[in-house]
Each structure stands twice: as C-alpha cells, then as structure tokens.
C-alpha cells in the first residue's frame, strides 16, 4: 500500500517561511510526477506546483516567485518551499502523486498540512 504523509505545517507570521515535505512510503514504488494543491474555502481545488520526475516545474500564479518545489528521487520526498507567506496563504495543503507500482499506475493523495499565516 503506498502512503503519501505531508509534514511542515504550522503557524506563521505574513512575511514567513515554511517548508512543507512530502513522503511517499510502501515497496516497489516509483514516483513520477508530483503536486502540491490547496483548497481555500468556497473556492475550488487550486494547483499550487507541480513536478516531474526530472525536476521540471510549473507554479500557480498566486504563488510563482514566491514557492519553490523540488524533489528527492533517492528518499521518496517532495518539498514547497514558501516564502513571503501572506494571509491569503491559509489553507491545507495536499501532496499528490502518480505512483507506479509494477505495472500499474495509481493517483495517491496524502491527508494535508495545515498551514495558518496570520496578519
């Protein structure tokens, strides 16, 4: 079973940094590409990064320049980077990957991190 467990979270101040991690865990998994999303409240699911499995990056526009993802391949984990955190930050954000086991191919989401940026 492959399990996806995100860390990092917490509460921070307008102007902070945080660095949120991703883990992936269970046997004979590969990683291809990764995400990290967000869910502000009455809003649909938003795209915060994405990245393949040889780095290539995309940022939604509400965080480019600020967030930074990347990855290592070796320990399974994925990372954001924020900086510059504003209020409009707040929200729980969730790690996704799509997960090759053997020959098969599977969407696996991890529970989220709730990141808090006060005013």
């Known amino acids: 079973q492959v399990q996806l467990v995100e860390s990092g979270g917490g509460l921070v101040q307008a102007g902070g940094s945080l660095r949120l991690s991703c883990v992936a865990s269970g046997s004979g998994l590969s990683l291809n590409d990764m995400a990290w999303y967000r869910q502000p409240p009455g809003k649909q699911r938003e795209l915060v990064a994405t990245?393949?499995?040889?780095?290539?990056?995309k940022y939604g526009d509400a965080v480019k320049g600020r967030f930074t993802i990347s990855r290592d391949n070796a320990k399974n984990t994925m990372y954001l980077q924020m900086n510059n955190l504003k209020p409009e930050d707040t929200d729980v954000y969730h790690c996704a990957a799509d997960v090759r086991v053997g020959v098969r191919d599977y969407d696996v989401w991890g529970q989220g991190t709730q990141v808090t940026v006060s005013s």
């Open positions: 990245i393949t499995r040889d780095g290539a990056t």
